[in-house]
């Protein structure tokens, strides 16, 4: 029976992750003229050190130095203006009625608390979440199934009773690797594999019914 379920953040929550790929590919493209915008899609979940990594890699540049030039860029571009613009309503509807039917809901991002809690705020779905982990507080982010683990911990809720709602490769992995059951929201314009995943839609309340099967 599922007790706990644990949302990640961009691309669940929040349609972020296309805005975010877009401003990274047209930062990457100016120095490496070969890189498509699938294979910047495969870097959907990253965190800060997996990203910057990445951006040194592409660009064969130092990664501070890359990333740092990055971070100037990510200034001048015009993207998401709030994130109440583009929040996921069929999140919305999910976590409206795990909180109607009192299960445990618990938030995983890679991201900062600081950017978490703004992304939360504006997307107004804080009062949803009983627990958050951000990535400041994990030694090791997605992939590693720590973010999911720590979260049950808090609970004291046992793996199997567990579900993880993710969107990109590397948080099904985490998810796969901590031993829940794991729920994907596909995107239809992001090219990433969910096949790992136990179940996959477009539209999460569709999801409602596995979960209480489950």
Same mark, same amino acid.
């Given at each position: 029976?599922?007790?706990?379920?644990?949302?990640?953040?961009?691309?669940?929550?929040?349609?972020?992750?296309?805005?975010?790929?877009?401003?990274?590919?047209?930062?990457?493209?100016?120095?490496?003229?070969?890189?498509?915008?699938?294979?910047?899609?495969?870097?959907?979940?990253?965190?800060?050190?997996?990203?910057?990594?990445?951006?040194?890699?592409?660009?064969?540049?130092?990664?501070?130095?890359?990333?740092?030039?990055?971070?100037?860029?990510?200034?001048?571009?015009?993207?998401?203006?709030?994130?109440?613009?583009?929040?996921?309503?069929?999140?919305?509807?999910?976590?409206?009625?795990?909180?109607?039917?009192?299960?445990?809901?618990?938030?995983?991002?890679?991201?900062?608390?600081?950017?978490?809690?703004?992304?939360?705020?504006?997307?107004?779905?804080?009062?949803? %979440?009983?627990?958050? !982990?951000?990535?400041?507080? $994990?030694?090791?982010?997605? #992939?590693?199934?720590?973010?999911?683990? *720590?979260? /049950?911990?808090? %609970?004291?809720?046992? !793996?199997?009773?567990?579900? $993880?709602?993710?969107?990109? #490769?590397?948080?099904?992995?985490?998810? *796969?690797? /901590?031993?829940?059951?794991?729920?994907?929201?596909?995107?239809?314009?992001?090219?990433?594999?969910?096949?790992?995943?136990?179940?996959?839609?477009?539209?999460?309340?569709?999801?409602?019914?596995?979960?209480?099967?489950?």
């Amino acid at each position: 029976m599922v007790k706990l379920v644990i949302f990640d953040l961009d691309g669940v929550i929040v349609d972020s992750e296309v805005k975010n790929k877009e401003r990274l590919y047209s930062f990457l493209v100016q120095y490496n003229p070969n890189i498509t915008f699938a294979d910047v899609c495969k870097t959907a979940g990253f965190g800060n050190t997996e990203t910057k990594k990445y951006v040194g890699e592409v660009t064969g540049m130092d990664a501070d130095e890359a990333y740092g030039l990055y971070g100037q860029f990510k200034k001048s571009w015009n993207g998401i203006k709030s994130y109440g613009d583009i929040v996921n309503q069929d999140a919305v509807e999910l976590l409206k009625w795990l909180k109607d039917n009192s299960y445990l809901i618990a938030l995983a991002s890679s991201s900062t608390r600081k950017k978490l809690n703004v992304k939360l705020s504006e997307s107004d779905t804080l009062q949803y %979440f009983d627990y958050l !982990v951000s990535a400041e507080e $994990v030694e090791r982010g997605k #992939p590693d199934p720590q973010m999911f683990l *720590k979260a /049950a911990e808090h %609970f004291n809720v046992n !793996v199997c009773n567990c579900v $993880v709602i993710e969107d990109s #490769p590397v948080g099904i992995e985490a998810g *796969k690797r /901590a031993g829940m059951t794991v729920i994907a929201r596909d995107n239809r314009i992001l090219p990433v594999d969910t096949s790992r995943a136990d179940y996959r839609t477009y539209d999460l309340k569709e999801a409602i019914p596995f979960i209480q099967n489950k």
